[in-house]
């Protein structure tokens, strides 16, 4: 899998977007980004992920660069339930009968602030 | 559906004890995983088992067993406890089919330590 590289930390005002970058500038032509996140002491949560184009869900969207080097996930109305660690982490995506071999690194914490 | 559940949610031993965490899911998933976290670190893959019968050691496995029951329960044991077992365990879980994204559910962890 591709390395990635995230800041160790940042902070948002409350109701502002809150943009997350990751660089994955080894990323291969089949890896995928994933994010997930890690509200304090909880099991980490999927949020979303995508390929080459950007994608949007209830959560959050994820801007890729045309050359997939690097992503930004956006939170677009940031709130205090979104104080957390986000992970950045970009993998292949398995078939029928294959497995998920995920690599969590240190991730980005996000601080809201009222 | 209850998603993934763990049990205990906290444990503490003293070194040399054995012990094993459980970890069950209720959404038909073939593949399943055990994690630790360390204070200030981010997760590390201990075991994982693509599907029911199979069985893969991770990136830190020393020191740990795993047996997978059946397609719903992963456990995860401890032979003889170290200090260095002090950790947030997570189990995880997620099905694999094949053209469609394979997210990974966590359960809520047990926080072990070793006296």
């Known amino acids: 899998d591709a390395k990635t590289t995230q800041p160790p930390s940042m902070d948002c005002a409350e109701g502002r977007a809150a943009n997350l970058p990751c660089n994955h500038s080894t990323i291969s032509g089949n890896e995928y980004v994933y994010w997930y996140r890690q509200i304090h002491s909880q099991g980490p949560q999927y949020i979303i992920h995508g390929l080459k184009n950007n994608e949007t869900n209830e959560m959050a969207s994820l801007i890729i660069t045309e050359d997939r080097k690097s992503s930004t996930l956006i939170l677009p109305h940031a709130t205090l339930r979104d104080t957390a660690v986000y992970y950045c982490?970009?993998?292949?995506?398995?078939?029928?009968?294959?497995?998920?071999?995920?690599?969590f690194g240190t991730g980005t914490k996000l601080q809201v602030i009222p | 559906n209850a998603g993934v559940t763990q049990t205990p949610k906290f444990q503490v031993l003293k070194t040399g004890q054995s012990m094993t965490l459980q970890c069950a899911q209720d959404m038909n998933h073939n593949s399943m995983y055990w994690y630790r976290q360390d204070p200030g670190m981010g997760l590390r893959l201990i075991y994982y088992s693509a599907s029911e019968g199979t069985t893969d050691k991770g990136e830190v496995p020393n020191g740990y067993n795993v047996s997978r029951l059946n397609k719903r329960e992963f456990s995860l044991r401890l032979e003889s406890a170290a200090p260095s077992q002090t950790s947030v365990y997570f189990c995880a879980s997620s099905i694999t089919v094949a053209g469609s994204y394979n997210e990974q559910f966590f359960g809520p962890g047990t926080r072990l330590t070793v006296l």
């Open positions: 982490i970009v993998r292949l995506q398995m078939g029928s009968g294959g497995y998920q071999k995920v690599t």
